[in-house]
Each structure stands twice: as structure tokens, then as C-alpha cells.
């Protein structure tokens, strides 16, 4: 497989000596894994579901009858 | 609130309504791919989003990101490729672009459009996947009798196949609504592919102690041999329910899939798939979906950190023991006494006693439990 693709974004480099010294003694090899860390974390925060559950509320009702069936509900 | 699905939106591919009968009639115009059960039970969990945010088998794109950084090409974490193999005689004729019929057990589940028909190393996968490549391993052996062309492309979902489990088959979009039904707002949820025992009961319990529900979520589906047989996992986590657990925190379902025996990688995709049924937290436990000695025993705790975008909160719990010093069912962080006083509950040690008809000690696995077992003729797949 050909290699994983990077692109470049720029911190202040006081942040980056402050993540630098961070970062020492953990599991992190650089300050760029650590910024992806990080980023990944806050990213999924953020991500909001797109679109409501895909079902109508006829279907939602059919479920629940269903689950009252099978003895969930 | 239950857990957002993986990538924000539960993925439906089932066809319903006049497009259903449309597509069906085209189906039969179709060239068809027979597919085994344990794959044409995965076409019914990418189409009910259990897989979400797939929509189909991979493409050769997602397929090599898995493989090598455990996410998708979207970023998503991932970690086992979902793929159909087929050799180059199943697909004689066939180009990208072309619409397929799926056959599993004997009907035409699905439709699926080829986007890319691709070649697979089924060395590399089984050492980055399974972390070896000894055919002792079952998920190595399995993948080395695959067929060597991979497709990739959506499906659409037209039959169901055949479900000897249907009472306890429930789907993630009906899971969610049952969690908001009941009111749960945070729901462990459980894998095993196991009968239970004591320590089992008191992981569950210990991670229920914290939240509003219990998901116990069994594997039904291909398994090694020697495993319990998948009506005997059923029907030991019912009389365990029925006898030990408060009815109103514990939903029992199964969940139709292969196991894939890949330790640390499996755990992950385990929680996924249980995020996608909505659960907030998952357990794993010593040696998560591991074989042998393929993997280290906490190895499948500890890749969960390499992960902070999983959106599912896994619990890290202990194996509980029976200590006879603290007169009960322990774990090492919290029973202060030596190995002289503790009851390892070993797995394999209760298949012995299982496999001779002996009842294994109540310090191991409740009698209830231990009766419904041995009231089957051969609990164990052969």
C-alpha cells in the first residue's frame, strides 16, 4: 500500500515546545500524533448525527408492537 | 440518549414497498453470486446498519486503510474488513459498473452493485488482522480458504435468510427504540460467545452497577469447534436472567455474525457494532475474543486508547474469582488475599466438567445455569 497521505497545519511554536515537553515519558512518538489525538477526540465530539433515526413514526409503532410481541416491551 | 450510530446515521439498505417487487423481479434477470451463511448473515447487518456506516463490502479503498490504520478512508475507526470473495469463475463476465444477485441457503438475498473488483493478500490481511499467520489460528485458517478476488460495492437487502433465532433477533434501530422505550439512557452492552459463568455474572453486574441497562448481546453464528453451540449460550443466558438479574435493566438478544477469533482488533469492532445497536459503554474483559495464546490478556483493553474517537465508552473490568477468605465473588483490585483463598473460574476447566455430564461447583457457574447446559445431549460444536 502506498504511503499514508499527511498535510501540514501550522501551530505556534510555543505550543509546540509546550506539547513537546507534554508529551515526554507517554506512549506519544511526536507532537503529531498527539495533535491527531487530540484532534480525533474533538472532531467526534463534534459531530452531530446527520439526519434523524430513519423511521416514521407508523414504523416506530410497528416496532414497539413488535417488541410488546416478543416480550422486550 | 442512546449512542449516536458510528459515523452519525444507522445505514438501512432493506428494500421495501414497489421498489421491493421491482428489484425483485429484476434480481432473477441477474447473474448470481452464491454466498456461504456466515457471509450472507453479514449482507443483514450492513443492510440494518449493524455495520453503519457501511453500506456495502468494501472497496479495495476502505479495504487497505482497515487493514493498515484501522480506519476507514473517511477517517472512521474500523477495524476488521467487511468483504465478499469470489473467484474469477463466480464473476466470469462481470465488470465494474455490473448489478448482482445474491444467493445465500438456497434464495436471492440481495442485490449488490460492483464498484471495483479487486485482489486481496490473504498472508498480509491474516498478519495484520490476526496478528499471525499460523493456520492453527481458526480466523487464519478461514481467511486462507477464502477465494482470492474481493468485490466491493452497496447492497440492498430484498429476503431475509432463514433464522432459527428470530425471537431473539433484534435489529439496532429496534434496540434504540426498546433503550428510550424503557427509559435507559446509558446501556452496557456485553459480548460473549460464551455460556455464562459466576465470573461472567459479575462483570455484567459490576458494569450494570453503573448504568441504566444491560445488553447482553451473544455471537450466533460460525464458531470454532469446541465453542458451545449457539441454542446452549441462548438458553443458559435465559435461565441466568430469569433466575439472577432484575427484569426491567437486562435486554437479551443475539447477534447473527461469525466470530472472527481476532483479539484486540475484534474487541473493537465488537463495541462498534454495539454502538450501532445504541449502546454507551461496553465491556471488555480479559482476553476480548482471543485464542490461544495469540494475544496478550489485557492486549484488547489497552488498543481502546489508540481510539479516542469511538464514541462508546469501554469498561475495563477485572476478572472476578470466588475468594473464600471474602466469602464471595471477587476481582484482584478488590480482595486483598493470596491464591490459596481464590477460586479461578476457568473456562476450560468447566467445558471438562460439562463434557464428562459432571455439575461444576457452585463457586464456578449457578446450578440453574449448569443444568440447562448438561440437558443438552453435546453442548459443544464438533
Same mark, same amino acid.
Given at each position: 500500500m502506498e504511503e499514508r497521505k499527511y498535510t501540514t497545519v501550522s501551530i505556534p511554536t510555543t505550543l509546540y515546545n509546550r506539547i513537546k515537553?507534554?508529551?515526554?515519558?507517554?506512549?506519544?512518538?511526536?507532537?503529531?500524533?498527539?495533535?491527531?489525538?487530540?484532534?480525533?477526540?474533538?472532531a467526534a465530539a463534534y459531530e452531530e448525527e446527520e439526519e434523524a433515526e430513519p423511521f416514521s413514526e407508523e414504523e416506530r409503532n410497528k416496532i414497539i408492537e413488535k417488541l410488546r410481541k416478543l416480550g422486550y416491551l | 440518549m442512546v449512542s449516536k450510530p458510528h459515523g452519525g446515521r444507522l445505514?438501512?439498505?432493506?428494500?421495501?414497498?414497489? +421498489? #421491493? %417487487?421491482?428489484?425483485?423481479?429484476?434480481?432473477?434477470? #441477474?447473474?448470481?453470486?452464491?454466498?456461504?451463511l456466515d457471509v450472507g448473515v453479514d449482507v443483514e447487518n450492513i443492510a440494518h446498519g449493524v455495520f453503519s456506516p457501511l453500506e456495502g463490502f468494501m472497496t479495495s479503498d476502505d479495504y487497505l486503510n482497515v487493514l493498515y490504520y484501522m480506519r476507514l478512508s473517511n477517517d472512521l475507526?474500523?477495524?476488521?474488513?467487511?468483504?465478499?470473495?469470489?473467484?474469477?469463475?463466480?464473476?466470469?463476465?462481470?465488470?465494474?459498473?455490473?448489478?448482482?444477485?445474491?444467493?445465500?441457503?438456497g434464495k436471492i438475498i440481495a442485490i449488490m452493485s460492483i464498484e471495483e473488483i479487486y485482489r486481496w493478500d490473504k498472508?498480509?490481511?491474516?498478519?495484520?488482522? !490476526?496478528?499471525?499467520? %499460523?493456520?492453527?489460528? =481458526?480466523?487464519?485458517?478461514?481467511?486462507?480458504?477464502?477465494?482470492?478476488?474481493l468485490i466491493g460495492g452497496k447492497i440492498s437487502l430484498?429476503?431475509?435468510?432463514p433464522n432459527p433465532y428470530y425471537r431473539f433477533t433484534l435489529r439496532p434501530v429496534e434496540t434504540r427504540i426498546l433503550f428510550r422505550e424503557k427509559g435507559w439512557k446509558t446501556i452496557v452492552g456485553?459480548?460473549?460467545?460464551?455460556?455464562?459463568?459466576?465470573?461472567?455474572? !459479575?462483570?455484567?453486574? @459490576? @458494569?450494570?452497577?453503573?448504568?441504566?441497562?444491560?445488553?447482553?448481546?451473544?455471537?450466533?453464528?460460525?464458531?470454532?469447534?469446541?465453542? !458451545?453451540? %449457539?441454542?446452549?449460550?441462548?438458553?443458559?443466558?435465559?435461565?441466568?436472567?430469569?433466575?439472577y438479574y432484575p427484569k426491567d435493566s437486562v435486554v437479551l438478544a443475539v447477534l447473527r455474525t461469525p466470530?472472527?477469533? @481476532?483479539?484486540?482488533?475484534?474487541?473493537?469492532?465488537?463495541?462498534?457494532?454495539? +454502538?450501532?445497536?445504541?449502546?454507551?459503554?461496553?465491556?471488555?474483559?480479559?482476553?476480548?475474543?482471543?485464542?490461544?495464546?495469540?494475544?496478550? =490478556?489485557?492486549?484488547?483493553?489497552?488498543?481502546?486508547?489508540?481510539?479516542?474517537?469511538?464514541?462508546?465508552?469501554? #469498561?475495563f473490568v477485572k476478572e472476578f474469582f470466588y475468594c473464600r477468605k471474602c466469602g464471595g465473588m471477587v476481582n484482584e483490585k478488590v480482595c486483598p488475599h493470596s491464591s490459596e483463598f481464590r477460586v479461578k473460574i476457568s473456562g476450560t476447566a468447566l467445558r471438562e466438567m460439562i463434557k464428562k455430564g459432571e455439575m461444576p461447583p457452585e463457586t464456578m457457574m449457578r446450578r440453574e445455569v449448569a443444568e440447562a447446559i448438561l440437558s443438552f445431549k453435546n453442548p459443544f460444536i464438533e
Open positions: 515537553k507534554i508529551i515526554e515519558g507517554t506512549g506519544f512518538t511526536s507532537v503529531s500524533s498527539f495533535v491527531t489525538y487530540v484532534l480525533r477526540e474533538i | 445505514i438501512s439498505r432493506v428494500l421495501s414497498g414497489r +421498489k #421491493l %417487487d421491482r428489484i425483485r423481479e429484476e434480481a432473477e434477470e #441477474l447473474k448470481i453470486i452464491e454466498i456461504p475507526p474500523w477495524t476488521i474488513p467487511i468483504t465478499l470473495d469470489v473467484s474469477s469463475e463466480d464473476i466470469r463476465g462481470l465488470k465494474e459498473g455490473d448489478e448482482i444477485a445474491v444467493k445465500s441457503e498472508r498480509e490481511y491474516s498478519r495484520l488482522v !490476526y496478528k499471525t499467520e %499460523d493456520i492453527k489460528h =481458526p480466523g487464519v485458517l478461514k481467511t486462507l480458504q477464502r477465494k482470492e478476488l430484498i429476503d431475509h435468510l456485553f459480548q460473549t460467545r460464551n455460556a455464562p459463568h459466576l465470573g461472567h455474572e !459479575y462483570v455484567q453486574k @459490576a @458494569a450494570l452497577t453503573f448504568v441504566d441497562g444491560l445488553f447482553v448481546n451473544p455471537l450466533v453464528g460460525w464458531k470454532k469447534r469446541g465453542d !458451545y453451540r %449457539d441454542e446452549v449460550i441462548l438458553t443458559a443466558y435465559r435461565v441466568l436472567i430469569e433466575n466470530m472472527r477469533y @481476532a483479539g484486540p482488533r475484534e474487541a473493537i469492532h465488537h463495541a462498534i457494532i454495539r +454502538k450501532n445497536f445504541g449502546c454507551t459503554h461496553f465491556i471488555v474483559g480479559r482476553d476480548h475474543a482471543g485464542v490461544g495464546n495469540y494475544y496478550g =490478556p489485557y492486549e484488547a483493553q489497552e488498543i481502546f486508547y489508540e481510539f479516542p474517537d469511538l464514541g462508546i465508552i469501554p #469498561l
